[in-house]
């Protein structure tokens, strides 16, 4: 039997500084070398890890016990940026008990609720734009979306505190642009802080300042104590474990500072590609229009997220450029054999998102940006699973979704919108993240009304 996959056969740090510079190249040049499954060698991170983009063996992953994975320890690199009570640092039971009080406010009726609250704050950040002046996408996506974590899903309103947070958070996310800035998250010798104008310096200075605000802002919701409060961070302060033990100020503090990084520098990534797809492609935008136009003026927030086109460029956009290139790793806690592979305790297993949604024979020409193949094929959760699957899927998913559709459409039915550059926008790292190259640019020409149109199906919900 075969133990370990082949794969790319650089020095481990050659290959981990591959990983950082170029990731796509590294992951697409390793897949037509060796296929469905490679080992990758990332010296200390991560030794041996494999690379997966086989629906089969990522269905057999994603339906297994959840016991005999751990993710958590293999986050750890994590741990600098969102503290080690973080439920992506957590495996086991206490991760268990941590997704159970996380996950029903992300859900169903709750979910409604924000759908106003979010075509509100996307109005009220694209009114800033001018007509015939060049906009930066990546802020005024970051804007609508920090506003939507900060505001629907902390409870917090504007205000001093609220404005200083959500620059400091754009700020932080902005540091780690560059192959040689993300590399200070890889690497623990460039973590030293050598003054405020060092990259790590001024990183953690950023961080202290977030902290110091976080801590103040449960300090507040403790002493006010209020019982009608129903955003998370109220759900969390009044969570008690078996013991009947409340929730520590470090733990609240990791976990609010995850949900704000994981919860809208991903979605604000998805806005801006899916703005340049419909803008890049005129007849996706058409259709669109066509689609959101056949609601009439003023649509309900829940029949627009139900529009089947709208939906499919959604899901298009996510799969050509996922914000995550792979799940989190599930490190085996004992021998697993998938297809041809005999995998020991230990192993690191890497579902790997892009590589899967890049398969030519699940998505025929898959680097071009087609919505109409989720209309006409429906994807198993093991060949579209941009939200992860099983104990660790996404959090955040269904108002991931529910956000992203409801912003595009805000957006594209009532602005005109260009690309200042006929030039296509290359992904790249951002951080932990695939995003647009930052200085992607869009500009309005005009402004739309809503025209009203007999309903037209353009296609089929799935
Ligand atoms: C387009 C937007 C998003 C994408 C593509 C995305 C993707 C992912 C992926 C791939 C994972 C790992 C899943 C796995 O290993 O199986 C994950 C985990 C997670 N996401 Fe998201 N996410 C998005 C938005 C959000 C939002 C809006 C929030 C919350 C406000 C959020 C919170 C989380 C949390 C807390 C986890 C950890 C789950 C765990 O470890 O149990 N995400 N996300």
């Not at 060698?41 to 990522?58: C, D, E, H, M, T």
């Not at 995998?343 to 790997?352: A, E, G, H, I, M």
Request: aromatic residues 10%; positive net charge.
């Amino acid at each position: 039997m075969i133990k370990l996959p082949d794969g790319p056969k650089t020095p481990p740090w050659l290959q981990l500084l591959q990983w950082i510079a170029d990731p796509l190249g590294y992951m697409e040049t390793s897949f037509q070398r060796y296929g469905d499954f490679f080992t990758a060698r990332w010296g200390n991170l991560y030794p041996k890890a494999v690379f997966i983009s086989n629906p089969q063996a990522i269905q057999e992953i994603f339906t297994a016990d959840p016991k005999l994975f751990d993710s958590g320890r293999g986050n750890g690199l994590g741990k600098v940026v969102v503290g080690e009570h973080s439920i992506l640092l957590l495996d086991g039971s206490s991760h268990q008990r941590r997704r159970r009080l996380l996950t029903p406010p992300f859900h169903g009726e709750r979910m409604q609720a924000y759908g106003d609250l979010i075509c509100t704050l996307a109005k009220q950040v694209s009114s800033q734009w001018t007509i015939g002046k060049p906009f930066s996408v990546r802020k005024s996506m970051q804007e609508i979306s920090l506003r939507v974590i900060l505001q629907a899903v902390f409870g917090l309103n504007e205000g001093p505190r609220y404005e200083e947070l959500r620059q400091l958070l754009a700020e932080m996310m902005d540091m780690t642009v560059s192959p040689l800035r993300a590399s200070m998250l890889f690497f623990k010798f460039l973590q030293k802080d050598l003054g405020a104008w060092s990259p790590w310096g001024s990183f953690r200075r950023r961080q202290q300042q977030i902290d110091r605000l976080l801590y103040a802002e449960i300090q507040d919701r403790r002493r006010q104590n209020d019982l009608e409060r129903s955003d998370i961070l109220s759900l969390m302060i009044s969570a008690r474990d078996e013991q009947d033990q409340q929730m520590t100020d470090e733990e609240l503090h990791d976990e609010l500072i995850t949900l704000l990084l994981a919860g809208h520098e991903t979605t604000a990534s998805s806005l801006c590609w899916a703005l340049y797809w419909i803008h890049y492609q005129p007849q996706v935008r058409d259709k669109l229009l066509q689609e959101l136009n056949s609601l009439g003026a003023d649509p309900d927030p829940t029949d627009i997220v139900r529009l089947p086109y709208l939906t499919a460029v959604c899901q298009e956009t996510l799969r050509i450029y996922p914000p995550l290139f792979l799940t989190w790793p599930r490190i085996l806690k004992a021998p697993l054999k998938l297809g041809d592979y005999h995998f020991d305790t230990d192993t690191v297993l890497l579902p790997c998102i892009y590589l899967t949604h890049q398969r030519e024979d699940l998505y025929p020409e898959p680097k071009q940006f087609k919505p109409e193949r989720f209309l006409k094929r429906q994807y198993s959760p093991f060949e579209f699973f941009v939200f992860g699957g099983s104990n660790r899927r996404c959090v955040g998913a269904a108002l991931a979704m529910f956000e992203m559709k409801l912003v595009v459409a805000t957006i594209v039915s009532n602005y005109q919108l260009a690309l200042t550059d006929s030039q296509p926008v290359k992904p790249q790292r951002r951080g932990f993240f695939l995003a647009p190259a930052a200085g992607f640019k869009m500009m309005i020409t005009g402004r739309r009304v809503r025209q009203e149109q007999p309903s037209q199906p353009v296609g089929s919900s799935i």
